[in-house]
């Protein structure tokens, strides 16, 4: 199996471990620091995709404020906050880019490292990485969900 698997398996047996009660203060929203959390997040993932060789070539024609704009909404909406992913299909983001399991592992490493830069703790990383794991598919195999041929 691949690294990614191994990485996928243990954030969501971590992640079963670390739920917490759904009280107000206690959502994976307002444990990755809410609003401003999730942009100092993004804001730094965007930091670690810029130095990052395996990562930087499918942004090269992106428009960053917008890709900004949608993972803060994304982010947002996955972690029960008050926001609605307005953005397209994860599918549609990532057709025709040939992304594989390097790429994906790469982008997983660059957001912890995003994450721990911004003081999230490790139970609320692991919860969020544990809600993204289902992108997964759709990321790797874009065009097979665009044409219903879905794993």
Do not use: W
């Not at 670390?18 to 929203?29: A, F, N, R, W």
């Not at 499918?58 to 949608?70: G, S």
């Amino acid at each position: 199996m691949t690294r990614l698997i191994t990485i996928l398996i243990a954030t969501t047996l971590l992640a079963a471990c670390s739920t917490q009660p759904t009280e107000p203060d206690t959502t994976l929203y307002n444990r990755l620091g809410g609003q401003a959390g999730i942009t100092t997040i993004v804001d730094n993932l965007l930091f670690e995709i810029g130095g990052n060789e395996t990562l930087i070539g499918f942004f090269a024609d992106t428009d960053i404020d917008r890709f900004r704009e949608k993972l803060i909404e994304q982010l947002c909406e996955v972690s029960d906050g008050p926001c609605e992913y307005t953005g397209d299909s994860m599918a549609q983001v990532h057709a025709d880019m040939d992304i594989d399991n390097r790429h994906f592992d790469a982008l997983v490493t660059d957001l912890i490292t995003a994450m721990t830069e911004a003081g999230v703790p490790t139970g609320a990383q692991n919860d969020l990485l544990a809600r993204l794991v289902p992108m997964h598919d759709e990321v790797i195999h874009a065009e097979e969900h665009l044409n219903g041929d879905e794993r």
